[in-house]
Nanobody, 120 residues
Framework: QVQLVESGGGLVQPGGSLRLSCAASGSIFSIYAMGWYRQAPGKQRELVAH???????NYADSVKGRITISRDNAKNTVYLLMNSLKPEDTAVYYC??????????????WGQGTQVTVSS
């Protein structure tokens, strides 16, 4: 089993910044990719940003230029630096990891979520 522990959420004013962290631990052979998703009340979960072990990134159009995803492969940790936050960024943010097993299977794991609230 793999555990993902998120941290860094909270309340921030519009225009402010937050950095989320997610550390993976447990039975990890290797991690193919990690990412952040978010879910606002009454809405579906959506991709925010995604990064592969090779460093390739993908961002939602709504966050491009404001949010940066990075990864420390040695620590199995992914970070999400969020700048110029807007009220519409308010959501529960979930960490995701795509983990390779020794047998070659790929498994998907989720963190418990961390609340980000952007409000004055």
């Amino acid at each position: 089993q793999v555990q993902l522990v998120e941290s860094g959420g909270g309340l921030v004013q519009p225009g402010g910044s937050l950095r989320l962290s997610c550390a993976a631990s447990g039975s990890i052979f290797s991690i193919y990719a990690m990412g952040w998703y978010r879910q606002a009340p009454g809405k579906q979960r959506e991709l925010v940003a995604h990064i592969t072990s090779g460093g390739s990134t993908n961002y939602a159009d709504s966050v491009k230029g404001r949010i940066t995803i990075s990864r420390d492969n040695a620590k199995n940790t992914v970070y999400l630096l969020m700048n110029s936050l807007k009220p519409e960024d308010t959501a529960v943010y979930y960490c995701n990891a795509e983990v390779n097993s020794e047998s070659g299977n790929l498994y998907n794991y989720w963190g418990q979520g961390t609340q980000v609230t952007v409000s004055s």
